[in-house]
């Protein structure tokens, strides 16, 4: 059982480069099934354990479908009332990888939203590499796998 859950664990870090590489994005975490954190790249512990951060990933996980959508607050009630507090909005893709865990991933709403194509190959590229269930997924051969997926 040991050598599976390091290869999962292998296998989301190797897939966030990847995806960090191909989106731009400048925050990424993974989590297994159980949402337990694998890995992360600039997300604050507050930022990983926060409601709305642990709901979408689920519903990615329980889907089986990637999620694109915003770090906006939920309930209109709580909306900003200026324009200075959109300055912190950011698009955000969740993108689960069957029977493994998730991928999310966000970067500034200004910098344009991550494109669906781009989910779309990276979701491919994840259920593929957790088809294959290899103990050798490392980061190039993703990026190998990425560049041949349409």
């Known amino acids: 059982m040991r050598a599976v859950i390091s290869m999962n664990t292998s296998l989301l870090a190797s897939l966030m480069q990847i995806a960090i590489q191909q989106t731009g994005a400048d925050r990424a975490m993974v989590c297994d099934t159980h949402l337990a954190i694998v ?5 604050e512990q507050a930022d990983m354990l926060s409601e709305h951060l642990t709901d979408i990933i689920q519903k990615a996980i329980a889907s089986g479908q990637p999620l694109i959508t915003n770090n906006a607050v939920r309930d209109a009630a709580n909306a900003p009332l200026t324009k200075t507090n959109f300055d912190n909005l950011r698009g955000v ?5 069957a029977g493994v865990g998730a991928l999310y991933l966000d970067r500034p709403l200004k910098q344009g939203i991550i494109a669906k194509n781009t989910v779309n190959r990276l979701m491919k590229v994840a259920e593929q ?3 294959d269930n290899s103990s050798e997924t490392t980061a190039a051969k993703l990026g190998e796998l ?4 349409t």
């Open 146 to 149: 990425y560049q041949q997926t």
């Open 39 to 43: 890995d992360s790249v600039n997300l």
């Open 93 to 97: 893709v969740v993108i689960p990888v």
């Open 129 to 131: 590499a957790a088809k």
